[in-house]
């Protein structure tokens, strides 16, 4: 793990990039990366995302800024911005379901090419998709899913890069953080080496390629 | 009495205690209001967790603490807390005992449409396709009509959440089952008739001898 300014790590990002955010409707997002971006104005997203939080929270700053050109999210119901710009075609847009997003993260980062899974079947998620049997019940296949950044955001991180999430702001972002190329990570906190006890580590610290100093 | 509350305190009567339980939002939030002191029910929050707890007083709302739509919630004694791929393993693994979800339709054969209406509201289904799959008892908290047009439909015309069909419909005239396979009228809301609620409903129902009223 690298310490860095948030302006090095987001400079690392070029514009089209394929970018994971964690976090739900804004809660468990790395604000400070997310304000780097549009600050940096990186263009052309493909942003994968469980929602589209509201305007002006988490990832609605990107479509405030309308730098998202695809997404993949499960629900963008709670921001307008972002549904006006599905409409007018602005954004190509994947909705998939909740438990299919995160089985499909979870493949990308552990090597998997994807999973079965019943949800969707019978139903418009299906369309496409491959219909596998077993034991005589149907299943989709769903495909594996990484991004070239990860942006996580953590409780603790300690020196080395180990996290710790809290409450519900841990949701997606330790999936996430295996899923990806490079991981950048936010903490609300950074604490000496220890602090975390092993057991209590969620996101082990040779998974963070980048942690975000502290200001 | 309103209808929501209607609604929400005939569904409240379907928890048992152990059981863990799934409320969407709108209506089926409004459950948590009814269920009594002793009864234990583990409340999911598919954001990950466990316990969720009223909201909290003024002042006291942590930003890390919210349920899935955001709000600031609480965290009960005993409460746990855990990742997405955890909290859908819940859902689509059959460890939900109960999931409560509002409906736009429900037809005769119980399927629900619950998550787009195509060109008009396509907010994306969230979670409710894999708690429809997943959750051992689907009850569907909806009004029985909307401006006029019968919830109940012979046919969903809205696209389906899942082939799996819903085991309970609660409204604020009936209580709809569908344990044969055929929309079944269980039970009246106080007040109201067979005759009335028959005529508001597009799907035939199958009317047994007796049709109690709803208990509250």
Same mark, same amino acid.
């Given at each position: 793990m690298n310490p860095v300014s948030v302006e090095e790590a987001v400079a690392m990002i070029p514009s089209g990039a394929s970018i994971m955010v964690g976090g739900f409707m804004g809660v468990g997002t790395p604000e400070r990366l997310l304000d780097e971006v549009v600050r940096q104005q990186k263009t052309g997203l493909t942003l994968i995302s469980n929602d589209a939080a509201t305007p002006g929270k988490g990832v609605g700053k990107l479509f405030d800024a309308a730098l998202v050109s695809r997404l993949t999210a !499960?629900?963008? *119901?709670?921001?307008p911005k972002a549904q006006q710009q599905m409409l007018a075609n602005q954004i190509a847009v994947d909705l998939i379901p909740q438990g299919t997003f995160v089985e499909r993260i979870r493949a990308g980062g552990c090597g998997l090419g994807g999973v079965l899974t019943p !949800? *969707?079947? *019978?139903?418009?998620?299906?369309?496409g998709k491959r219909l596998i049997e077993v034991d005589g019940k149907s299943f989709l296949l769903e495909t594996a899913l990484r991004a070239q950044f990860a942006l996580v955001h953590a409780f603790l991180a300690d020196y080395l890069g180990n996290l710790t999430y809290a409450l519900t702001a841990r949701n997606f972002n330790p999936v996430m953080a295996m899923a990806a190329e490079t991981v950048i990570v936010t903490a609300e906190h950074i604490v000496p080496v220890g602090v975390i006890a092993p057991d209590h580590v969620v996101t082990p610290a040779p998974l963070v390629d980048y942690l975000i100093a502290n200001g | 009495m309103d209808p929501q509350i209607i609604i929400a305190r005939r569904v409240a009567r379907e928890l048992h205690s152990g059981d863990l339980v799934n409320l969407g939002i709108g209506i089926p939030t409004l459950v948590a209001n009814y269920v009594p002191a002793d009864l234990k029910v583990f409340f999911q929050s598919e954001n990950g967790l466990i316990g969720t707890g009223p909201i909290p007083e003024q002042g006291m709302a942590h930003p890390l603490l919210t349920d899935a739509g955001g709000r600031p919630i609480s965290a009960l004694p005993g409460a746990a807390t855990f990742d997405s791929a955890m909290s859908f393993g819940l859902i689509r693994g059959g460890h939900v005992d109960v999931t409560v979800l509002g409906g736009l339709q429900v037809d005769a054969d119980g399927h629900l449409a619950n998550w787009m209406i195509p060109?008009?509201?396509?907010?994306?289904?969230g979670g409710a396709m894999d708690l429809v799959s997943g959750a051992r008892r689907v009850i569907v908290a909806m009004q029985h009509a909307a401006k006029g047009k019968?919830?109940?439909?012979?046919?969903?015309?809205l696209p389906l959440t899942s082939t799996r069909p819903v085991d309970l419909v609660v409204t604020d005239l009936a209580v709809i089952g569908f344990a044969g396979g055929k929309a079944t009228l269980m039970e009246t809301a106080p007040g109201v008739s067979v005759a009335e609620v028959m005529a508001v409903t597009e799907a035939d129902l199958t009317i047994p001898g007796t049709v109690p009223e709803m208990k509250l």
């Open positions: !499960t629900h963008i *119901g709670l921001n !949800t *969707g079947v *019978g139903t418009l998620v299906a369309d | 060109g008009k509201m396509v907010p994306g289904m019968s919830k109940i439909v012979a046919k969903c015309s």
